[in-house]
């Protein structure tokens, strides 16, 4: 860095050549954002298999914008300085400003390689929220689950090279003379302001600046997600988290009181009466028809488990045979095909799983976020109400996510974490003990509230399915193998089954000690696979719900193709135990809608990816910040899940005010805090 510095300090640089260096500087970081570009396709070769190789040279090409963009807010500064009496000829701190520069936008680039291929997203306040957790868990998932050290040693050579290029560049750049023309540095000064900024906003259009939206030109999403910036989403991840969320775009679409009218049309059922409105907006009163049959349920076990996702389930359609026992309980269950998760996070399935709350845009991080604090009205709440008792057991530290706050908050009697199980058979360092563990004092939790007597529920949360992976040896399933290659997130789903039908033999070996009980099993989220269908990128929404219990499949069937997503969890609970109950969830009983109501789910991925969409039957509508709706037709067939465009204006437009309604209603109700509702209410009502 030292070689930097100016050889003649008594002269003075010439406007262009100050013009040229910052030119010159301009493309060493396009390049370098070209060359970025090309390892993330490397390392996801997969995803482009079935994406035309003009799509992803026309990714690299609308990619431009981008790069532009940003490398020009890291010249914004140089600009400035040419209107200094020496211009730029102090190259000593210039350089130093950029070399800066192209070491963080290097590490960023390699840390992106293995953040799309987990997420499928570019960098976004995912990044943030890893960063605010608990360092020792977050540096210890990332050395045993990454090869840290090689891509330590790739950020280093992919920055050296950029600095190699800045250097030439300065070097070639010094043009000087003893009498400079001001009047001349002033006017090439403004055109270079001129050209930087227009650069910088990523268009010379009037209006809007460029938007992350404008880099969806086509219909394949990876080529799609390939043209934009990691450095530029995650600059514009860091601008919203200081946003006023009040100020949230889904609020302009519609009054609160015409948003709160269709959400009553959609989600309020025939047995259910709106109750309070004027405070509680969405707070009803479910009713059971008459003559409707005593339910023969009492308690409930719920398990969430992590990624585990549909398009892996063999009894799904999967051909992997990663989930033999899973496949051998849904024969006796009933299972839904085409149930989401509310998000693409472990946390968002918590909420919506346990709060019957959505995913909405800008409150990503709920269980963070001071509207966490609310008092939901979802299955702890319930429950409660009819003097249920409660254990929720998890493998991992509840400090995590604040989850141990937030279900504390909710009224949780007991919860059992990572710290206080006595000599697990297996305890990885970076998230806790293994899923037999967590069976095994889930089993011990059940049985005991069961033999108490009291009514009660259980909530039991897997979690060895997550980087790094970190399983038992010996291992008691057989790794997947793909091609000759492990796959470990396959290997690890096999042992979450494989724990998972450890417990269900210890229940059914009970007899019928369990026959008042309700068990339910359904996936937090999924995973990403080689295949990205719809702007959404769908798949990784597409999780199991399974219902297992005395009689279910006699008087429900084996399965159900209605649509649903995490909060119809609690309402369809409620419903299979009978009876009148008081609720504010943003759900409903998916066993049931009116005749021909084929369900839906709204969904949104994690982190600042404004992405949404509507499920309904087999119509998907998606909507991109900044481009237009797109309605589409899914098959969500594991061995080749497709889509196709759908060309119906009406369905459309039906869709898109739904969904705008169901946004703004929650985020209103979430900001006046109207997601539950008070206890003197309750007693009123349910008088």
Same mark, same amino acid.
């Given at each position: 860095?030292?070689?930097?510095?100016?050889?003649?300090?008594?002269?003075?640089?010439?406007?262009?050549?100050?013009?040229?260096?910052?030119?010159?500087?301009?493309?060493?970081?396009?390049?370098?954002?070209?060359?970025?570009?090309?390892?993330?396709?490397?390392?996801?070769?997969?995803?482009?298999?079935?994406?035309?190789?003009?799509?992803?040279?026309?990714?690299?090409?609308?990619?431009?914008?981008?790069?532009?963009?940003?490398?020009?807010?890291?010249?914004? +500064?140089?600009?400035?300085?040419?209107?200094?009496?020496?211009?730029?000829?102090?190259?000593?701190?210039?350089?130093?400003?950029?070399?800066?520069?192209?070491?963080?936008?290097?590490?960023?680039?390699?840390?992106?390689?293995?953040?799309?291929?987990?997420?499928?997203?570019?960098?976004?306040?995912?990044?943030?929220?890893?960063?605010?957790?608990?360092?020792?868990?977050?540096?210890?998932?990332?050395?045993?689950?990454?090869?840290?050290?090689?891509?330590?040693?790739?950020?280093?050579?992919?920055?050296?090279?950029?600095?190699?290029?800045?250097?030439?560049?300065?070097?070639?750049?010094?043009?000087?003379?003893?009498?400079?023309?001001?009047?001349?540095?002033?006017?090439?000064?403004?055109?270079?302001?001129?050209?930087?900024?227009?650069?910088?906003?990523?268009?010379?259009?009037?209006?809007?600046?460029?938007?992350?939206?404008?880099?969806?030109?086509?219909?394949?999403?990876?080529?799609?997600?390939?043209?934009?910036?990691?450095?530029?989403?995650?600059?514009?991840?860091?601008?919203?988290?200081?946003?006023?969320?009040?100020?949230?775009?889904?609020?302009?679409?519609?009054?609160?009181?015409?948003?709160?009218?269709?959400?009553?049309?959609?989600?309020?059922?025939?047995?259910?009466?709106?109750?309070?409105?004027?405070?509680?907006?969405?707070?009803?009163?479910?009713?059971?028809?008459?003559?409707?049959?005593?339910?023969?349920?009492?308690?409930?076990?719920?398990?969430?488990?992590?990624?585990?996702?549909?398009?892996?389930?063999?009894?799904?359609?999967?051909?992997?045979?990663?989930?033999?026992?899973?496949?051998?309980?849904?024969?006796?269950?009933?299972?839904?095909?085409?149930?989401?998760?509310?998000?693409?996070?472990?946390?968002?399935?918590?909420?919506?799983?346990?709060?019957?709350?959505?995913?909405? +845009?800008?409150?990503?991080?709920?269980?963070?976020?001071?509207?966490?604090?609310?008092?939901?009205?979802?299955?702890?709440?319930?429950?409660?109400?009819?003097?249920?008792?409660?254990?929720?057991?998890?493998?991992?530290?509840?400090?995590?996510?604040?989850?141990?706050?937030?279900?504390?908050?909710?009224?949780?009697?007991?919860?059992?974490?990572?710290?206080?199980?006595?000599?697990?058979?297996?305890?990885?360092?970076?998230?806790?003990?293994?899923?037999?563990?967590?069976?095994?004092?889930?089993?011990?939790?059940?049985?005991?509230?069961?033999?108490?007597?009291?009514?009660?529920?259980?909530?039991?949360?897997?979690?060895?399915?997550?980087?790094?992976?970190?399983?038992?040896?010996?291992?008691?399933?057989?790794?997947?193998?793909?091609?000759?290659?492990?796959?470990?997130?396959?290997?690890?789903?096999?042992?979450?089954?494989?724990?998972?039908?450890?417990?269900?033999?210890?229940?059914?070996?009970?007899?019928?000690?369990?026959?008042?009980?309700?068990?339910?099993?359904?996936?937090?989220?999924?995973?990403?696979?080689?295949?990205?269908?719809?702007?959404?990128?769908?798949?990784?929404?597409?999780?199991?719900?399974?219902?297992?219990?005395?009689?279910?499949?006699?008087?429900?069937?084996?399965?159900?193709?209605?649509?649903?997503?995490?909060?119809?969890?609690?309402?369809?609970?409620?419903?299979?135990?009978?009876?009148?109950?008081?609720?504010?969830?943003?759900?409903?009983?998916?066993?049931?809608?009116?005749?021909?109501?084929?369900?839906?789910?709204?969904?949104?991925?994690?982190?600042?990816?404004?992405?949404?969409?509507?499920?309904?039957?087999?119509?998907?509508?998606?909507?991109?910040?900044?481009?237009?709706?797109?309605?589409?037709?899914?098959?969500?067939? +594991?061995?080749?899940?497709?889509?196709?465009?759908?060309?119906?204006?009406?369905?459309?437009?039906?869709?898109?005010?739904?969904?705008?309604?169901?946004?703004?209603?929650?985020?209103?109700?979430?900001?006046?805090?109207?997601?539950?509702?008070?206890?003197?209410?309750?007693?009123?009502?349910?008088?």
């Amino acid at each position: 860095m030292a070689r930097f510095s100016s050889p003649n300090a008594s002269l003075r640089h010439s406007a262009r050549a100050d013009l040229a260096y910052i030119g010159g500087s301009l493309l060493a970081f396009m390049v370098l954002f070209a060359v970025a570009r090309g390892m993330l396709l490397w390392r996801n070769l997969p995803l482009a298999a079935d994406v035309p190789a003009g799509e992803l040279a026309r990714a690299f090409l609308v990619g431009m914008r981008f790069d532009l963009a940003m490398s020009s807010y890291v010249l914004v +500064p140089l600009v400035l300085g040419m209107f200094l009496p020496g211009g730029l000829s102090q190259r000593r701190f210039w350089n130093l400003w950029l070399a800066i520069a192209a070491a963080i936008f290097s590490f960023l680039a390699v840390l992106e390689l293995d953040f799309y291929k987990e997420f499928h997203a570019r960098l976004n306040s995912l990044v943030f929220q890893y960063i605010k957790e608990d360092p020792g868990t977050v540096a210890s998932m990332l050395w045993y689950g990454f090869p840290v050290l090689r891509y330590l040693l790739l950020t280093t050579l992919l920055a050296m090279l950029a600095i190699a290029a800045l250097r030439w560049v300065d070097r070639h750049t010094r043009w000087s003379v003893k009498q400079p023309n001001y009047g001349r540095r002033v006017l090439v000064t403004l055109m270079a302001a001129l050209l930087i900024t227009s650069c910088a906003r990523g268009t010379f259009r009037s209006g809007s600046p460029l938007r992350w939206g404008d880099a969806f030109f086509g219909q394949y999403l990876f080529a799609n997600h390939l043209a934009l910036n990691g450095s530029f989403t995650l600059s514009k991840a860091a601008l919203a988290s200081v946003a006023d969320q009040r100020e949230n775009p889904w609020l302009k679409h519609l009054s609160t009181a015409d948003a709160l009218q269709v959400l009553h049309h959609d989600l309020v059922a025939p047995q259910e009466t709106l109750l309070a409105s004027d405070t509680f907006p969405m707070l009803r009163r479910f009713d059971p028809p008459p003559g409707t049959a005593t339910s023969p349920f009492r308690n409930v076990v719920l398990i969430l488990s992590e990624s585990f996702s549909a398009q892996r389930v063999g009894v799904l359609g999967s051909p992997l045979q990663v989930t033999p026992r899973f496949d051998a309980l849904a024969k006796d269950g009933l299972l839904f095909t085409r149930f989401f998760s509310v998000g693409t996070h472990t946390h968002q399935g918590m909420f919506g799983t346990f709060s019957c709350f959505p995913n909405l +845009p800008h409150y990503e991080y709920l269980m963070k976020q001071p509207e966490g604090a609310h008092r939901f009205s979802g299955l702890p709440r319930v429950m409660a109400e009819r003097n249920y008792d409660s254990v929720y057991v998890y493998n991992g530290d509840f400090a995590w996510d604040n989850q141990g706050g937030f279900f504390r908050a909710q009224g949780l009697n007991k919860l059992v974490g990572r710290f206080d199980f006595v000599n697990p058979r297996f305890s990885d360092i970076t998230w806790g003990v293994s899923d037999e563990d967590m069976f095994d004092r889930g089993f011990e939790e059940v049985v005991r509230l069961q033999q108490a007597g009291k009514p009660y529920y259980a909530m039991l949360q897997t979690l060895s399915n997550h980087t790094p992976y970190a399983l038992p040896d010996p291992l008691p399933v057989e790794k997947v193998m793909v091609d000759g290659v492990e796959e470990p997130h396959l290997t690890a789903m096999r042992y979450a089954d494989y724990a998972l039908g450890e417990f269900f033999k210890k229940v059914q070996a009970k007899g019928n000690f369990f026959d008042d009980t309700l068990f339910v099993f359904v996936g937090d989220h999924g995973f990403g696979g080689s295949r990205q269908i719809t702007d959404i990128d769908l798949t990784r929404f597409h999780v199991p719900l399974l219902f297992i219990g005395k009689d279910i499949q006699q008087r429900f069937g084996g399965t159900r193709t209605t649509v649903g997503s995490q909060v119809d969890i609690v309402p369809t609970i409620m419903g299979l135990l009978g009876g009148s109950y008081v609720h504010n969830c943003w759900g409903r009983d998916l066993l049931a809608l009116p005749a021909g109501d084929p369900g839906r789910a709204i969904i949104k991925p994690s982190g600042t990816d404004q992405t949404v969409a509507i499920i309904e039957g087999d119509m998907i509508l998606s909507q991109v910040p900044g481009a237009a709706p797109k309605l589409e037709r899914i098959d969500l067939d +594991p061995r080749r899940p497709r889509v196709e465009p759908l060309d119906d204006a009406d369905a459309a437009k039906r869709l898109m005010h739904s969904m705008q309604a169901f946004f703004h209603a929650g985020i209103t109700a979430l900001q006046d805090n109207k997601v539950g509702h008070s206890d003197q209410l309750h007693d009123t009502v349910v008088q």
